[in-house]
């Protein structure tokens, strides 16, 4: 058992603060942080782009596919110190670390040739279509309906949470391609190029004020048969590999707890109370707060690391247990955040645009309960995977 | 990092449950409540004999060597079982005398313990002992562990006289009805016997060789905190598996209970809990052994939260169970009182999470 | 979904307030005699035959009851001070208490006029005490599934089965039981039980004791052995039972027990702890306190409830589920600020020992009388939801 890096890892670990200290400023969260838009995501293509280059992107994918067949805990060690350097959020997550990893299992040699060196690249950006108005927990109900008829796919139907549609140039669609099985063994997913004609995008507004996601509406979409992605009918298991993934994907939110903890210390420590006798970090209700948060937050990180000893590539439903966690200790803690500002002077201009920002991520940690799998969801895998229990 | 046992470490965890399981059944626990205790001798006996009692004696002098680790993999399993032995002080003091104490205490004392000739108990972490005007050690605590039964008792005491507030020195006590007062202290618990309320008398006893300074002090802090909340670890570990066994067999309105959200989200939340406090438990050990500056808020850390996560599961075990769990026919409430009882032996309720109240901003 | 649900807010009249007195003056002489202990180490009901006939004596039992059963013709709202009372001295109510709250009702509401003549006098004087004859071993939270059979004979019933946590079936006269007379049907789960009332002397009862994990008797397990009892021994309609139950729960889960049972543990804290205290104390206690004075206006407006006729079944479901956690609660935190306390190791040993037997019985709250589980079901479905 070894809590701390190994020789190897320790120089990586420097190799990558060194990297992000002379690559990364807090210029693009004055640039881009609360836009919207073409500008924001060519930036964060190209910084996908020299994530890249200089090794740190998709390190643990097989080198034949761009990778460096890096053991996981350098995964690991990359995706800590981006959160501890407030990097820019990952857009291409999508691509790159729940469609790509199911294209190396389940795709075809051609698939995989044709996309996965532009997903590490980041030149292309990716998104997910699963669920419809009527189908979201329960996903296999699913009704967009796809029809095979002279050698192409025609697609009817809807889409609704498809996060980054709108910037996206591929979309990974699960629809309906056989109505006589059982609900789950009729579903096909599909690489669907979101420029194709038929395709109307709609932005919907989130409550913290940004559009990421949208509803797709698909009109007689077509596509060729070679945009299948594994079996025909066999899309069930393409999508619980990907749900899979996403799991895991999110659970790197331990990380960025451990830091919203040194954030919110941080906060504690420079404000002070309205009349500007104490610092917040010095009240007992305060202290008791954080110091809650901050045992959360360090369970956080010790599970991402001892769970990654234990399912080593593949993720387990014990990813159920971190994305049910993380996503709740992130809510709570901006909810905290509030609460601290809000403790604050804020006639004080400084304080405000603070508490803006906050507003935004608090606002923001709601959709992270929800999306990817409910917490109620998670409970249900955790006890039916878990521990055994009937469904 | 590599967060996960090695082979040997994998081995040793093999070894101590099967002990466990083959030395400490269910049945003799529930009649030790009763006041049988044949079968722990034999349980002491065969753990010294695998090697844990001497977990933290060199081997020097006939232990085994290895850390806080593998004391720790023992008390996962003795906790689990709800052994009546006093793994944790014996350990804990065994630490002290190998650390502090003069060739001739070692050779006393050290290769007795990893024999499983003597058991013994600790006062004084925390809330160490002190000297008054006349120089005679004052005291008291309770509940204090093994306090009637043990060989030793070792007293952590502050010396005050040398004007530095981080120095402790550590006596021996052999004759411990002599030296103090110990009164039984009856607790709920009925798989451990032997609490006492001890109050020091004046005579002191022979201090160890060495002294204790603040780290040494922190370190000692350290094994308790970490060690107990290992223990409590194993024991919600069993509540969990007994409240899903349950939760799998009990049928109610035509289904297994399991299949109710309410009490598979309630199971779902207690995993949750249960592997946070896994992680938490298995670094502080860790640390107490290769990390020692780090392993005093690793272990209160452990501990704060094993002192809520064991109880809740403890617990919520009972109302899974629901009459039943309620009534002495089944284990359900051995472990609820057992927990009660660690929430306090170590030190009082909330002391750990006061610690790292005020140890805030070095946890991030 | 269904909002409906109403805590109509309930201010005491000046009668119920001077009842409150003659209560209070009672029990100070009941104190006085030794009756009811001065000091309380104990949380729940103790069980006292003397009081509950002092009390019975009083004309304090069977309150709400027509004077012809002995009882006093009063309101919910007085019956609810007096309960309040009783239970706030730690008075020893446990051997009347099942039988005044909900055996008696049941008999006025569906017995018959014998029925009613020959248990009501005594209930009322505190002289015949009930106990619940429901739970089996495998049927608990489901408790339409039971099994024990009321089997017709000439002239009678031949009972057969096993009821489970029975408190006090060991000391009571009756047993107020649900059995089954015939099948359940496929559309009725709820069909096909019967409620009876079976004199615990009847031959062929075996009553075995369940310690619980106090390490107390209060609960058995009830055998019937092929037990014969009389027609007469049948309460309202055959088949009707579980429609007579369900009112009868509604009773058993309304009343202030269902939240006052560790306020003495909450008295005992403020008491030791003193006035010289952290403001993180205060606050605490201060929640405490605001917890329990909304409880206890639920519980009132429960009360209002039972007054007005109508059966409060989601609202004491709500001033249940709310009230059982709160009683683990204070324990839990008297424990926290206890503990703080620097001389309470040497001092008080009452308030340890009374803590103590909190944290013991703690689990059985949120238990007895319909688990919090089953409650929010309850909750669910009077929301609309189920």
Known sequence: MRLTDSTQEAEFRTYVRDWLADNLTDQWRRDFGATEGRERIDFLKDWQGRLFDAGLAVRSWPAAFGGRDAPLAESLIVFEELANADAPPDVFRIGVRIIAPMIMELASEDQRTRFLPHIAEGLNLWSQGFSEPDNGSDLSALTTRAILKNGKYVINGQKVWNTYGHLADYCLLLARTNTEAPPHKGLTAFIVPLSTRGIDIRPLRQINGQQDFNEIFLDDVEVAEDAVVGEVDGGWIVAMTMLGFERRGISVLGFACRRLFQRLIDVARVTSTRDGKQRLIDLPGVREKLTSVGIQARIAVLNNHRFAAMSGGKPGAETSMQKLHTTELNKTMHALALDLMGKSDLTDPHARSQFSEWERDYLTSFGMTIAGGTSQIQRNIISERLLGLPR | MQFSFTEDQQMIRDTAESLVARSCQMTEVRAFGDGQSDFVDALWQDLAKAGFNGALVAESHGGSGLGMLEAGIALEALGGALAPVPFLSTTAVADLIGRLGSDEQKSRYLSKIAAGQISAAIVGCPDPAHRDENGALRGQWAPVANAESADLLLVVVADTATGDADSYSVNVIEDIKDSCTVETFDTMDRTRRGFGAITLTGAAGVPLAGSLDGDGYARLGAILAAGSAVEMLGGAVQVLEMAKTYAMERVQFGRPIGAFQAIKHMLADQLVALEGLRSLVWAALWAIDNAPEEAPLAAATAKAVADQVALQLAGENIQIHGGIGFTADIDAHLYVKRVQLDRLVWGPPGIHTDFLEAHLEEMA | ?386
Not at chain 3, 245 to 267: C, D, I, K, M, Q
Not at chain 3, 283 to 301: D, K, N, P
Request: glycine letters at 10%; one cysteine or more.
């Open chain 3, 1 to 386: 979904m269904n909002l409906d649900l109403q805590f109509t807010p309930i201010t005491l009249s000046d009668r119920c307030e001077a009842l409150r007195g003659e209560v209070r003056d009672f029990l100070d002489e009941q104190r006085r005699e030794g009756v009811i202990p001065e000091t309380l180490r104990k949380v729940g009901m103790e069980y006292s035959a003397d009081f509950s006939r002092r009390l019975g004596a009083r004309g304090w039992l069977g309150w709400r009851w027509p004077k012809a059963y002995g009882g006093s013709e009063g309101t919910a709202l007085e019956r609810y001070v007096i309960t309040e009372e009783l239970l706030a001295a730690g008075a020893p109510v446990r051997a009347h208490w099942v039988s005044d709250r909900q055996s008696g009702p049941v008999l006025l509401t569906f017995g018959t006029e014998d029925q009613r003549q020959k248990y009501l006098p005594g209930v009322a004087a505190g002289e015949c005490f009930f106990c619940i004859g429901l739970s089996e071993p495998n049927s608990g939270s489901d408790l339409v599934s039971l099994q024990t059979r009321a089997e017709k004979i000439d002239g009678g019933y031949r009972i057969t089965g096993t009821k489970l946590w029975t408190s006090n079936a060991h000391r009571a006269h009756y047993m107020l039981a649900l059995f089954r007379t015939s099948k359940a049907t496929a559309d009725d789960r709820r069909a096909g039980l019967s409620q009876f009332i079976v004199d615990l002397d009847t031959p062929g009862i075996k009553v075995r004791p369940v310690v619980n994990l106090a390490g107390e008797h209060d609960f058995n397990e009830v055998h019937f052995d092929g037990v014969e009892i009389p027609d007469d021994c049948l309460v309202g309609e055959a088949g009707m039972g579980w429609r007579q139950v369900s009112a009868e729960l509604a009773y058993e889960r309304s009343g202030p027990e269902r939240w006052l049972s560790t306020f003495h543990v909450l008295a005992r804290l403020v008491e030791t702890l003193g006035t010289d205290v952290s403001d993180e104390t205060r606050r605490e206690i201060g929640e405490l306190f605001v917890e329990l004075l909304t409880l206890r206006r639920m519980s009132l407006s429960v009360a209002g409830t039972l007054e007005a006729g109508q059966p409060p079944t989601v609202q004491a479901a709500v001033v249940k589920e709310l009230g059982t956690r709160f009683e683990q609660r204070i324990p839990r935190v008297a424990h926290k600020l206890l503990c703080d306390c620097p001389d309470f190791e040497d001092q008080d040993s009452i308030a340890r020992e009374l803590l103590e037997h909190a944290i013991l019985w703690s689990p059985a709250f949120t238990i007895r009388g319909g688990t919090t589980e089953i409650l929010r079901g309850i909750i669910a479905r009077g929301l609309g939801l189920r």
